[in-house]
Nanobody
């Protein structure tokens, strides 16, 4: 059974940092593309960043230069380092693993709130 468990969310002041983790089990982590998405209230889920199985990375324009996605294939864990957080980064953040069109897995989400 495939499980993705996110952690690391919380309340942080503007300008602060958080690191999200996504621990995967029941899956060959290294062959999947891994992405972080977020969904704010009343808005559609959007891509934040993705790292492919070949370790190419892509970022949403809104987070470039502030967020860093990484992965530890040996530990089956993915990370999202978020720096210089802004109130508009407030959302539920989701981890996603994707392999082709057939294998698509989501975590349960972790809340990130940026507020003073």
């Amino acid at each position: 059974q495939v499980q993705l468990v996110e952690s690391g969310g919380g309340l942080v002041q503007p300008g602060g940092s958080l690191r999200l983790s996504c621990a995967a089990s029941g899956i060959i982590f290294s062959i999947y593309d891994m992405g972080w998405y977020r969904q704010a209230p009343g808005r559609q889920r959007e891509l934040v960043a993705i790292t492919t199985s070949g370790l190419r990375t892509t970022y949403a324009d809104s987070v470039k230069g502030r967020f860093t996605i990484s992965r530890d294939n040996a530990q089956s864990v993915g990370y999202l380092q978020m720096n210089s957080l802004k109130p508009e980064d407030t959302a539920v953040y989701y981890c996603n693993l994707l392999l082709g069109a057939k294998f698509n897995y989501w975590g349960q989400g972790t809340q990130v709130t940026v507020s003073s």
